[in-house]
């Protein structure tokens, strides 16, 4: 799971917001004003029905600030990114 949900930077973060874009999602802000100091992506590659699909998560970065719910807070009511 992508650390990005508990982490302070998640609405102002432009390597969340690729993120959001690989995912299809709808961003958190349009215009992202913070650029994380080297974070590391994992992206899983699955078959599915005949389809190639990606899967991106962020599993570490050194400018990760722990904030716990922040990614829900910002999205009450709506289910936690995968």
Same mark, same amino acid.
């Given at each position: 799971? @992508?650390?990005?949900? !508990?982490? %302070?930077?998640?609405?102002? @973060?432009?390597?969340?917001?690729? *993120?959001?874009?690989? %995912?299809?999602?709808? %961003? /958190?802000?349009?215009?992202?004003?913070?650029?994380?100091?080297?974070p590391?992506? !994992? *992206? !899983?590659?699955?078959?599915?029905?005949? $389809?190639?699909?990606?899967?991106?998560?962020?599993? &570490?970065?050194?400018?990760?600030?722990? $904030? /716990? &719910?922040?990614?829900?807070? /910002?999205?009450?009511?709506?289910? /936690?990114?995968?």
């Amino acid at each position: 799971m @992508c650390i990005c949900i !508990n982490c %302070h930077y998640v609405d102002a @973060c432009t390597t969340y917001h690729a *993120v959001e874009d690989q %995912h299809q999602q709808p %961003h /958190l802000t349009p215009l992202p004003t913070f650029e994380p100091v080297e974070p590391t992506i !994992n *992206v !899983n590659i699955r078959h599915q029905d005949g $389809e190639i699909g990606m899967e991106w998560d962020v599993v &570490g970065c050194q400018s990760f600030r722990q $904030e /716990l &719910g922040k990614w829900a807070r /910002l999205r009450p009511g709506q289910q /936690l990114p995968t």
